[in-house]
């Protein structure tokens, strides 16, 4: 019995030590693994990490993990280039930290960051944790930047420190909520958000937009980031008869939901928020997101400025983007930009030049107004074909430029084999 | 004011839909509320199903085994793995085929593991105070969640859509074959365990075993033999349920077991823990519970049906078109716990009463 016993807890630390061995050392191997940039031996080297904080456990571990690639690339690049600040050789290093998508371990992950002595960080993907750990960061005086979080408040708060490089969701919403009742013909709208700072606060924005349209919201159901039965709501929102079901969350549900819809016979047209609109999300649903709609952030990679490359050196270390690592990429590149233009690390020196940067980004020219907010924002309507993501028509600032899908218009000609060559890899994976 | 109150009394739906037919009393369509009662009837034999693996354990050896959730994950993703592999090899089999042999290969790995689990983790605990094992279940359910994290990754994984589920009408309501297919099996395989519980020689084993293992091991039985069988029978019906909600839902993740598995317990001891027929009541009531709660919460809590109310209420309700609510539909989760709280409040031995009581 006692050897038994000791057998038994042998295993099952041996076990334990193996399952968090492995989970935690993914990162470390990959920071070493950062080459080291030759130079000339005289300049002294500093090390300057830069955090990053997301989920990369849980069901939003795809696209954490798709933001930390980013910015991954984007500490290769810079270290790649040798940058030298001040008279000193910088060598740039990732702090990637998982925040979980909770917000109570996203201020813990900050507090982490800010014990680290990172001179700025990239995050957090969610809202629901960027709010939060936003003011931690503040506080210890150092900057933020965003590459997905787009609930409004989060650089309304006054904070000097917090910027984004993506539209925010008060824009996102009204072009949902336009494009709800305009093209998808939306007179009934039903609203479904997962409580989530990022869900309910797009959900909200496209309630008013919706309604300014001149659409009633007949239904507003709430469920939650971790579901994956949502038939008791819209068997409810079924009795309602809606045109458009607008969902505020993301991709995780999203792809169940729509499943769920055509299963409870729901003939309305669905629309979501760029939560919902990854590479995923079609093959998330098994074939029901066809013909409809999603909205992201942002322009389509093959409309960024400079993202092509981009695209191609990521997909080839990574695998296929899903939504954010391009902004991931930005965000790191513009606060090293900040640092250069400074010429310091120290994060009170380099802020004011970050506030007033103005850097030719692979999504877009990034340039913040007094919040942090980007100036440059756009927003993107997706809808399924095929099983992919193809873009119908852009908004920035404001107006509306339908994407002509029938013309052989040679900018698009680019964007379909790439979504093509993602969807391949997708498989073999 | 006035306007509030006719908007109010007479929610634009009610003038909307005019098949009076499908309309119950007061606003209550009658195929809403059968598909919700679908709805739960599906997620509840699921429950059901689940249930038993941990009714049985806590039956024989008073354990309460929580990695049995993490064994419902592993079937779905050993199926899983199984079917996306026949289908990149291109073999010519029709779906129903390849998803039999998914569950083919689930069966037994998950018999397995369950085995090797009791021998290795619980076993040498058998005498040991009751926190003792309760722990070592916990930790059982975070190594294997780990164990799947290394093999399949954190990402949501996708089950090919093989069949395309079709929907069917029922008086209004819409069931799909996977739906009836789902709650008839669960039935068959719960009718086939009361049969070798009841009927068999394995079956008198393990009641004599929960009644006392040490008479029925001095009687000539290999309590052993009887504890291992438990756990293997519960993993093959996890097994079984994995694969089922995979196919419902369409996707598996590495801790979809922790809930379902939560919510098992949570049916197993509304009908009273370590009794059979009580987990399967107990699954399928906590299943409809979750879906009648989820749907009409919203309504019931609606406060704008009160009839005082403060003026600022009442400005909200005009606003939001008669529909303010205390609680919202993302409470679904909450039902099943709310259930649980209230069972051990007012009726710890569950609605069918715990078989094994003289036991503690």
Request: proline share 5%; hydrophobic share 45%; glycine share 10%.
């Amino acid at each position: 019995m006692t050897l038994n016993r000791s057998l038994g807890l042998t295993l099952v630390a041996a076990a334990l030590l193996t399952a968090y061995g492995c989970g935690k050392e993914e990162p470390k191997q990959q920071a070493a693994a950062t080459p080291a940039p030759t130079a000339a031996p005289a300049t002294p080297e500093i090390v300057v990490k830069i955090g990053h904080a997301g989920p990369t456990t849980g069901p939003q571990a795809h696209l954490g993990k798709d933001n930390e690639n980013g910015a991954r690339l984007a500490i290769d690049d810079a270290n790649a280039q040798g940058i030298v600040i001040d008279g000193k050789k910088v060598k740039f290093e990732l702090d990637a930290q998982d925040d979980q998508a909770d917000p109570k371990q996203g201020t813990i992950v900050a507090q982490k960051l800010v014990d680290d002595k990172v001179a700025g960080v990239v995050g957090h993907l969610n809202s629901g944790t960027s709010i939060p750990a936003s003011k931690i960061y503040n506080d210890a005086g150092i900057p933020m930047i965003s590459p997905s979080a787009t609930n409004p408040k989060l650089t309304l708060q006054g904070y000097k420190d917090v910027f984004r490089v993506m539209a925010n969701d008060v824009q996102q919403g009204s072009v949902i909520g336009k494009e709800a009742v305009t093209s998808l013909g939306g007179k009934k709208i039903a609203i479904i958000d997962d409580k989530t700072a990022y869900g309910a606060g797009l959900a909200d924005e496209t309630e008013k937009a919706a309604k300014a349209a001149g659409a009633t919201v007949v239904a507003r159901e709430y469920t939650t980031d971790k579901a994956t039965d949502f038939k008791a709501i819209l068997t409810k929102i079924k009795a309602k008869n809606p045109d458009v079901i607008m969902y505020g969350g993301m991709d995780a549900q999203g792809g169940p939901m729509v499943k769920q819809m055509k299963e409870l016979g729901i003939k309305a047209k669905f629309i979501a928020g760029d939560g919902v609109c990854s590479a995923e999300w079609p093959k998330l649903a098994g074939g029901a997101a066809e013909g409809q709609y999603c909205t992201q952030a942002g322009l389509p990679p093959d409309k960024m400025p400079d993202a092509k490359d981009f695209v191609t050196r990521f997909t080839a270390k990574y695998g296929p983007i899903q939504v954010y690592a391009p902004y991931a990429y930005d965000a790191a590149m513009t606060m090293i930009a900040a640092m250069k233009q400074a010429n310091s690390t120290d994060p009170s020196k380099y802020l004011p030049e970050l506030a007033k940067i103005s850097y030719n980004g692979i999504t877009a020219k990034i340039e913040f107004d007094d919040h942090g907010d980007t100036k440059n924002g756009a927003i993107t309507l997706y809808k399924v074909e095929d099983g992919k993501l193809v873009p119908m028509a852009i908004n920035v600032g404001g107006k509306t430029e339908k994407v002509a899908a029938d013309a052989p218009a040679p900018a698009m000609a680019p964007a379909a084999p790439k979504m093509d060559e993602m969807k391949k890899d997708d498989k073999k994976q | 004011m006035i306007a509030a109150a006719a908007g109010i009394a007479a929610p634009p739906q009610a003038v909307e839909n005019p098949d009076w037919r499908l309309r119950g009393g007061r606003g209550t369509r009658v195929d809403i509320l059968l598909q919700q009662l679908i709805n739960g009837l599906t997620l509840g034999s699921v429950y059901a199903l689940v249930a038993l693996g941990y009714t049985m354990v806590y039956g024989i050896i008073g354990l309460i085994n929580f990695a049995h959730g993490e064994v419902v994950m592993i079937g779905a993703m050993v199926s899983l793995s199984v079917v996306t592999g026949l289908i990149g090899m291109h073999v010519p089999l029709p779906p129903i085929v390849i998803i039999l042999a998914g569950l083919l290969v689930a069966i037994p790995i998950c018999m397995a593991i369950a085995y090797t689990m009791e021998k290795v983790a619980y076993r040498p605990l058998r005498k040991a105070p009751r926190l003792a094992p309760l722990i070592t279940a916990i930790g059982m359910s975070i190594i294997l969640q780990n164990v799947a994290l290394i093999v399949w990754g954190r990402n949501y994984r996708t089950f090919p859509t093989l069949i395309q589920p079709t929907p069917y009408n029922l008086f209004g309501a819409s069931i799909t074959d996977l739906q009836v297919v789902i709650v008839g099996l669960a039935g068959l395989l719960m009718g086939g365990l009361v049969f070798v519980v009841q009927r068999t020689r394995l079956g008198m084993a393990m009641r004599a075993t929960a009644q006392n293992p040490q008479v029925a091991g001095l009687m000539g039985i290999d309590i052993n033999v009887v504890i291992s069988a438990a756990f293997v029978i519960g993993a093959a019906l996890a097994a079984v349920a994995g694969l089922m909600v995979m196919t419902y839902y369409g996707i598996a993740h590495y801790y979809m077991g922790f809930l379902l598995g939560l919510k098992a317990f949570t049916a197993a001891v509304l009908g009273g823990i370590g009794n059979l027929a009580g987990a399967m009541l107990g699954g399928i009531l906590l299943g409809i519970i979750e879906a009648l709660g989820a749907g009409y919460i919203g309504d019931v809590t609606n406060i704008c049906g009160f009839p005082f109310l403060s003026d600022s209420l009442q400005q909200q309700c005009v606003s939001n078109d008669g529909q303010v609510s205390l609680f919202g539909s993302n409470y679904q989760d909450v039902f099943a716990f709310f259930v649980l709280i209230l069972v051990l409040i007012f009726k710890p031995s569950g609605l069918l009463g715990e078989r094994v009581s003289e036991r503690a």
